[in-house]
């Protein structure tokens, strides 16, 4: 049995971390930007919550949010049922101690003068997790074992450049756990890897979310991916700073109701040359993804979307409604006419 | 070797007279690393692109598929050298030894018979030129070509990519999205309607609406001008979605080459069926995945015997006494699937048959 299959049921838990109508605004010379749209998200311990989105979308906005690396222009983010930005100097530490960020690129955010040891107990000492360069060296050790870099003395010495990419991103995810987080936000953490080292590191991540109990915020372009990793959990879908549809993976993947997730799940090219001929770009009415500084009226996805209705969909901003139990999608004609207008016809062949 | 372009879909197809369009012998790239020393980026590699064929080059980074593309086009860079025999059948007959050409010669071969589609679209151009003087440019370097004749075929092969040739003529690169870059790209490239394109990781950092529609486009140019090519690709799906044909490259050599079907439900190199194993599919349940452990091996230390036999499950002592030669599938005779790997009768992907059930409604 794989890691995969092993996550606990994190159903009637109170969520670690609440983000409750938050928005993010960018002043420009182009005029106010809304990055991050009223999005309302939870987390919650041991549980994975995938958001997923193409580029510009406000995936990394939101998570800088979730991290506290920027304050929401509205809304408000709560750790453990506290505002995190009325929080005093001694609780913000320990925040920022719960709540770790693992980044795309480990190359960029590993220092490339400290050797993994050097790198790993940094923050042990700081922090005062242990005591003593000895202590320290050994927890290092014990971290590096955690994230399958074994056996720990080939890499402690090691620079980042003497490590493969996946070596490396092991290690940025061991940094990550230096201080036991409650919460590890990893950012397209996998996205620069080859095909053959993601799945195990995912596996790594995985074991560590049922072993530890970390709960993951994790952010993707690629929906196989969050698929692969999220499925006992949660997804988001973002489009233009809004979640369009929120539900449990296998649901959002199998059977989406918002036509922006739908049209996402029809592009994906599959590894089997016999299943990829169905797939396609269905009636997308336009490929152009609308400017973040000049969002379309209603809804933002109605110059696209195959079943745009005018008058309905170009007046106001749809509600975030629950279409099938623990799914909702943001679409005024779902929300009508039920999520079976999302494929009328059988996959064309 | 036999290739195996699907005979349903018939199409344009040019140049070749029935022999291989591009053939490749014994090619073999080495990069100077220092004084007086090199490392072999591609070893050995033979192949043969039919007209109108669609080959995907797959692997892991650093396995040489880059290296080996721009080897063919004679694009190296200086500390790199390419040997062995590559021969370009042009459609009136003539062969050319690609790798013997000089100046004018190698200018003509370049572009006009076979034309390279860079990664990352954004610096392949010049950009303080605006689109128009790209197209301008390229026609005047190999062409005699009028202003209005490179506006009209300009405007023509743009349309072709779906894009709106008024709105994109005046544009500076930087001013057009990732998607409509890689498009433009794609149109330039076929300015000179060249016999081959190579195109290298063309859909690689687009969003996912966006990769859709540069695959589409890629379908339908081709189905319209008849052209082959090459694809160089990291993502196992869109060599299901591209290729005819796919070749599997290690550590610089082709370790398996077959039909898309063959390839991707019968693999027998445990390379390949490691690749195929990896990749998560979207439609349906959740799959058991699994990982090739390790990593590609420096190609300056490479490993005796087969190069994958410490990262494979099927080794054995006698993998690592000699690098086993491609091969023929001997139970599966005449149609062009062969292995590099002395085991491959063991090598199954057991895996139940697709579901083509798409995931409705339930």
Redesign the interface.
């Known amino acids: 049995m794989?890691a995969?299959?092993t996550a606990p049921a994190a159903e009637g838990r109170t969520p670690l971390m609440t983000l409750a109508g938050v928005s993010q605004v960018f002043d420009t010379k182009a005029g106010p930007i809304h990055a991050v749209n009223q999005v309302d998200l939870s987390i919650n311990p041991g549980e994975v919550l995938c958001l997923v989105g193409?580029?510009g979308s406000g995936k990394t906005t939101a998570a800088r949010m979730a991290a506290g690396l920027a304050k929401p222009t509205n809304g408000q983010v709560d750790f453990d049922g506290t505002d995190i930005w009325s929080m005093n100097r001694r609780d913000f530490s320990t925040f920022r101690r719960s709540v770790q960020y693992v980044h795309q690129d480990p190359y960029a955010s590993l220092n490339p003068t400290r050797t993994v040891q050097q790198t790993l107990t940094a923050p042990l000492l700081k922090h005062g997790v242990v005591k003593g360069g000895k202590a320290a060296a050994a927890r290092a050790a014990e971290l590096l074992t955690k994230v399958d870099l074994t056996p720990p003395e080939n890499f402690l010495t090691k620079y980042p450049h003497q490590l493969?990419g996946?070596q490396r991103q092991r290690a940025s995810v061991a940094r990550a756990l230096t201080l036991d987080p409650k919460i590890i936000i990893a950012d397209e953490s996998t996205s620069m890897l080859?095909?053959?080292?993601?799945?195990?590191v995912l596996?790594m991540l995985g074991r560590l979310r049922d072993d530890l109990g970390v709960g993951f915020l994790f952010i993707t372009?690629d929906?196989?991916?969050a698929?692969?990793f999220g499925?006992h959990g949660k997804t988001a879908v973002m489009y233009l700073g809004r979640i369009v549809e929120f539900g449990p993976t296998?649901k959002i993947?199998?059977?989406p109701t918002h036509p922006y997730t739908r049209?996402?799940?029809d592009?994906?090219?599959?590894?089997?040359?016999?299943?990829?001929k169905?797939?396609?770009?269905g009636s997308?009415r336009s490929?152009?993804?609308p400017s973040l500084a000049h969002l379309p009226p209603g809804c933002s996805f109605h110059p696209r979307c195959p079943l745009f209705e005018g008058g309905l969909c170009d007046g106001v901003v749809p509600e975030l409604v629950e279409i099938r139990s623990g799914q909702s999608a943001a679409c005024h004609v779902v929300a009508r006419d039920g999520?079976?207008v999302?494929?009328p016809d059988p996959?064309a062949t | 070797m036999v290739t195996t372009t699907s005979p349903s879909a018939p199409r344009a197809v040019r140049g070749g007279q029935g022999k291989p369009l591009l053939s490749v012998r014994d090619f073999n790239v080495e990069y100077r690393t220092g004084a007086g020393t090199t490392v072999q980026a591609v070893r050995g590699v033979d192949l043969d692109l039919y007209p109108g064929e669609s080959l995907a080059l797959v692997g892991e980074s650093g396995c040489g598929k880059t290296t080996f593309g721009l080897g063919l086009l004679r694009l190296l860079p200086r500390l790199g050298h390419a040997s062995g025999k590559v021969t370009f059948n042009r459609g009136d007959g003539t062969e050319i030894d690609v790798l013997g050409l000089d100046g004018r010669d190698l200018r003509q071969f370049r572009w006009r018979d076979a034309a390279m589609v860079f990664q990352g679209a954004m610096n392949a151009f010049n950009p303080v030129l605006k689109i128009r003087a790209h197209m301008h440019d390229t026609m005047r370097a190999h062409t005699k070509a009028t202003r209005k004749e490179i506006e009209d075929r300009a405007a023509e092969l743009l349309r072709l990519v779906r894009l709106e040739p008024a709105r994109v003529m005046d544009c500076y690169p930087h001013e057009l999205s990732g998607g409509m870059r890689q498009r433009v790209l794609i149109a330039m490239s076929l300015l000179l309607e060249p016999e081959v394109l190579i195109l290298d990781e063309p859909t690689t950092a687009l969003d996912i609406l966006t990769q859709r529609s540069i695959v589409d486009v890629l379908h339908e140019v081709r189905e319209r001008l008849g052209f082959s090519m090459i694809f160089i690709s990291h993502d196992l799906s869109l060599a299901a979605e591209l290729a005819d044909r796919v070749a599997t490259m290690y550590a610089g050599r082709i370790v398996e080459t077959g039909g898309v079907r063959d390839m991707f439900y019968k693999p027998r190199h445990p390379y390949t069926l490691g690749l195929i194993k990896a990749v998560p599919p979207i439609v349906g349940d959740l799959p058991d995945l699994e990982s090739i452990p390790g990593g590609p091996p420096s190609l300056a230390a490479l490993p005796p015997g087969c190069k994958f036999n410490p990262r494979c499950k099927y080794a054995t002592e006698e993998c690592k006494a000699e690098d086993p030669p491609l091969v023929p599938v001997s139970d599966q005779p005449g149609d062009g699937h062969e292995v590099a790997c002395i085991h491959y009768k063991e090598v199954h992907l057991d895996r139940p048959a697709p579901n083509n059930e798409l995931g409705t409604a339930s």
């Open positions: 794989s995969m299959e193409e580029s493969s996946g080859d095909v053959s080292i993601r799945i195990s596996a372009h929906l196989a991916i698929k692969y499925w296998p993947i199998n059977a049209a996402l799940i592009a994906i090219p599959e590894p089997d040359p016999d299943l990829t169905t797939k396609g770009l997308l490929l152009e993804i999520a079976d999302l494929r996959p």
